[in-house]
Nanobody, 128 residues
Framework: QVQLVESGGGSVQAEDSLRLSCTAS????????AAWFRQAPGKEREFVAS????????YYGDSVKGRFAISRDDASDVVYLQMNALQPEDTAVYYC?????????????????????WGQGTQVTVGS
């Protein structure tokens, strides 16, 4: 089992920055990809970014390319999401997720169904 805990959310204004953290524990060795998703009220869960636990391959959702950056601290089992130039449309609950070697073979990184492990979410609110 993998446990994930997000932190770092808050309320900011447009063009501000935030850095979210996802701290992982448990059997992370069996996980292939860590990802960030977000969900706004009344909206489906949206893929934000992903990174391999080993190696540096990253992917980003179209809406955040050039503004957000995902990174990893292997020593601490922490995944970060650096969010720059935030806009009101970025307002959402942000979730950290982890896949398994088995689920990684079934579908791409953009699909929530790939990830059996999820954090509790952290709220990001961006004013105008």
């Amino acid at each position: 089992q993998v446990q994930l805990v997000e932190s770092g959310g808050g309320s900011v204004q447009a063009e501000d920055s935030l850095r979210l953290s996802c701290t992982a524990s448990g059997r992370t060795i069996n996980s292939y990809v860590a990802a960030w998703f977000r969900q706004a009220p009344g909206k489906e869960r949206e893929f934000v970014a992903s990174i391999r636990w080993r190696g540096d391959t990253t992917y980003y959702g179209d809406s955040v390319k050039g503004r957000f950056a995902i990174s990893r601290d292997d020593a601490s089992d922490v995944v970060y999401l650096q969010m720059n130039a935030l806009q009101p449309e970025d307002t959402a609950v942000y979730y950290c997720a982890a896949d398994t070697m088995t689920t990684a073979q079934a579908m791409g990184v953009r699909f929530p169904e790939r990830y059996p492990y999820w954090g509790q979410g952290t709220q990001v609110t961006v004013g105008s």
